[in-house]
């Protein structure tokens, strides 16, 4: 009976990402450590590059709330690139640690003038070359914070900051943390009008 559960769990899964992650492995099973709960590993060379925090998020808006409430609210979850294993993975930094620097993350960025630059580089006006599209992933902001100085040894704690306030892609940085941003004004006049009966 249990081992039917987990083998719909896993059809079930691949059914949800498939769009989105057309060659995931994805893989159900009884966890070892605790053969109560079902471990899910979500295999993708996609993850690449993206922090785990990136990663779950990114699957979690592919499974519906009420399936995941009803079948894996007490599951684990490995987001996996192809060569990576669960026990290499770094855990997230301290969620208090996140919280009691986020004001002076925030402040450093400001005075870097990081989400200026790539309020610009998302509405065309740097370098000539017209607005970039979003990835998915932190790639142009990674690519500011490298010419703003800030040591990459710091970056995990700048990102976790940003995903902590609902950032977790770079356009999401302009339209969930960036109150002052052009993107973000154009994205909700747009949106605004798309509504209009």
């Given at each position: 009976m249990q081992d039917a559960r987990v083998s719909r769990i896993e059809?079930?899964?691949r059914e949800f990402v498939r769009t989105a992650y057309p060659g995931m492995v994805v893989r159900a099973e009884f966890w070892a450590r605790d053969p109560s709960r079902i471990a899910l590993f979500f295999i993708d060379e996609r993850f690449r590059g993206l922090y785990r925090r990136q990663r779950y998020h990114h699957l979690m808006h592919l499974i519906p709330k009420d399936y995941y409430d009803r079948n894996l609210a007490d599951s684990l979850w490995f987001e996996l690139t192809p060569d990576e294993d669960p026990e290499d993975?770094?855990?997230?930094?301290?969620?208090?640690l996140v919280e009691s620097i986020t004001l002076d993350v925030m402040a450093v960025l400001q005075a870097a003038?990081?989400?200026e630059v790539l309020d610009e580089l998302f509405l065309g006006a740097r370098d000539g070359d017209g607005p970039v599209s979003c990835s998915g992933d932190f790639r142009h902001a990674?690519?500011?914070?490298?010419r703003c100085g800030i040591d990459e040894w710091d970056w995990s704690e700048v990102f976790h900051v940003l995903m902590g306030r609902g950032a977790f892609c770079d356009c999401e940085i302009l339209l969930n943390t960036a109150p002052e941003s052009k993107f973000r004004a154009r994205h909700w006049k747009g949106a605004?009008?798309?509504s209009e009966c």
């Open positions: 059809s079930d899964l993975l770094d855990d997230n930094p301290d969620e208090e003038c990081f989400f990674k690519c500011i914070l490298r605004a009008q798309e």
